[in-house]
């Protein structure tokens, strides 16, 4: 009964911003870690922001250091993703996914569900 279910996604000028949501059921935020994941066309999926949901930490891939951000709303069940700053090379499909919560970085983690995914388009 895990889901996860990505919103948000759609088509912004260079420089503009865009927030993205994961809405999460059957588990709470508490015992996992959420990761934001993009697959551009043609391109390996890579593993851009996380946070793990014991004590809210979070890592962020250099690409998108200093114009992402991840946080969560337990009240909500939801992560989000802020994404600011955007450039055409962020334009991909948004995945989000949960996993177990593991020592250092959660981008790698063995994350196990996955959401739809939200198409995001940075474009002039």
């Known amino acids: 009964q895990v889901q996860l279910v990505e919103s948000g996604g759609g088509l912004v000028q260079p420089g503009g911003s865009l927030r993205l949501s994961c809405a999460a059921s059957?588990?709470?935020?508490?015992?996992?870690?959420i990761g934001w994941f993009r697959q551009a066309p043609g391109k390996e999926r890579e593993g851009d922001s996380c946070?793990?949901?014991?004590?809210?930490?979070?890592y962020y891939e250099d690409s998108v250091k200093g114009r992402f951000t991840i946080s969560r709303d337990n009240a909500k069940n939801t992560v989000y993703l802020q994404m600011n700053s955007l450039k055409p090379e962020d334009t991909a499909v948004y995945y989000c996914?949960?996993?177990?919560?593991?020592?250092?970085?959660?981008?790698?983690?063995?994350?196990?569900?996955w959401g739809q995914g939200t198409q995001v388009t940075v474009s002039s």
């Open positions: 059957g588990f709470t935020l508490d015992y996992y870690a």
């Open positions: 946070i793990k949901g014991n004590d809210g930490s979070r």
């Open positions: 996914a949960a996993g177990p919560i593991l020592g250092g970085s959660c981008l790698r983690s063995g994350y196990r569900y």
